[in-house]
C-alpha cells in the first residue's frame, strides 16, 4: 500500500440537476459499467473485473443516486445511495463549487468537483493479499473523484 492506483470508468452515464445557480437544488445520478474499468495496467483490469473485486459477470452495473444535498460553509454534502455488487449504501461526497462564468461561445458554465471516501468491504469487495512485508496488498479505503462541468440548459 505504497503506491496510490487511479482508474477510471470508460462506459458510464451521469445525470446532474440544478436550478439555476442554486446548488442546493442539485441532484446527481450516475451509472458505469463496471468492465470499462482502467487503470493503465490490463493484468489489474482484468483482475478487478473478476469475483475478487468487481465480479463484472454478476454485477456489470455500479449506480449512484443522490438522496440529499446538506449546505456546509463553503460546499454542500451530497448523500446518496452507491449500489455495487448488489449492495446499496448510503454514503457522502462533498461537492466542491469551482465557479460559474460563461464561455467565449455565450455558454453558462459550472464547474463542479465530488469527492469522498467509501470502505471497499462495506460492499462486498473483501479481496486481500500481504505483501512480503506482511502489509496490505490492497487498501480497504477507496477515494472517489468526480470532476464535472456543467452547462446550462437553453430555456
Known amino acids: 500500500m505504497i503506491t496510490a492506483v487511479s482508474g477510471t470508468f ?5 445525470k446532474i440537476t440544478t436550478e439555476g445557480e442554486d ?10 459499467q463496471v ?19 468487481f465480479d463484472v459477470e ?9 438522496v440529499r444535498i446538506i449546505p456546509e460553509k463553503d460546499q454542500f454534502l ?15 461526497l462533498e461537492m466542491e463549487i469551482g465557479g460559474v462564468a460563461n464561455d467565449p461561445w455565450g455558454n453558462r458554465k459550472a464547474e463542479i468537483t465530488l469527492s469522498g471516501k467509501i470502505n471497499r468491504k462495506d ?11 506482511g502489509n496490505l496488498l490492497v487498501s480497504d479505503d477507496i477515494k472517489i473523484i468526480c470532476e464535472v462541468q456543467l452547462i446550462a440548459a437553453a430555456e
Open 35 to 53: 468492465s470499462s474499468i482502467q487503470t493503465h495496467n490490463e493484468q489489474r483490469d482484468q483482475h478487478l473485473k473478476s469475483a475478487d473485486f
Open 58 to 66: 454478476n454485477w456489470p452495473v455500479l449506480r449512484f443516486e443522490s
Open 78 to 92: 451530497v448523500e446518496g445511495n452507491l449500489t455495487l455488487k448488489g449492495i446499496s449504501k448510503l454514503i457522502r
Open 123 to 133: 460492499f462486498g469487495l473483501t479481496f486481500h493479499v500481504l505483501n512480503e512485508a
Open 23 to 32: 446548488f442546493s437544488t442539485t441532484y446527481v445520478e450516475f451509472e458505469a
Open 10 to 14: 470508460q462506459e458510464y452515464t451521469a
